[in-house]
């Protein structure tokens, strides 16, 4: 199990990387008004892979774990304790969303008509994504939650 939850944090970084790249190849194609690039494109769909490969990861995590058990066992305690609500509820739900808007955004690009068009998509669904996974990672500075920003075996 451990070895999972060092993959997880590891490609975490490969996440916001590839977000990142992305979110700037999205605004400089607005603000320039470049043509949709392979460079874009190739952004996009690697953000994609990382964030499919985290999400298959979360969830080996989740039901391998105690998280699962807590869910099954009432959501009275685990809403009352900070760190469980935040690794069984608000972690897990705020990530999915931020997949399901990394999918949705992916498609909304490939169908949009012109290159403004699809940086401008890029930049809002892939920017409230990120948004999404900034605020669901267990940072240091985070009291309550915190994890290290690398976890390596014990």
Not at 6 to 28: C, D, K, P, Y
């Amino acid at each position: 199990m451990q070895t999972i939850l060092v993959l997880h944090n590891i490609l975490r970084w490969g996440v916001l990387f590839f977000g990142v790249w992305t979110l700037i190849n999205a605004l400089s194609g607005v603000m320039s008004r470049r043509a949709y690039s392979v460079n874009d494109n190739r952004s996009n769909l690697f953000f994609m892979i990382c964030c499919d490969l985290q999400l298959l990861i979360g969830l080996v995590l989740f039901f391998s774990n105690s998280w699962f058990d807590k869910l099954k066992a009432g959501m009275g305690p685990v809403m009352k304790n900070n760190y469980d609500r935040f690794f069984t509820v608000e972690h897990s739900a705020m990530m999915i969303l931020a997949w399901i808007l990394v999918h949705v955004g992916r498609t909304a690009v490939k169908k949009a008509p012109t290159d403004t068009a699809k940086h401008k998509k890029m930049l809002g669904f892939f920017g409230v994504a990120i948004l999404l996974i900034l605020l669901s990672i267990p940072w240091p500075f985070r009291p309550e939650i915190a994890r290290p920003l690398f976890r390596w075996f014990n």
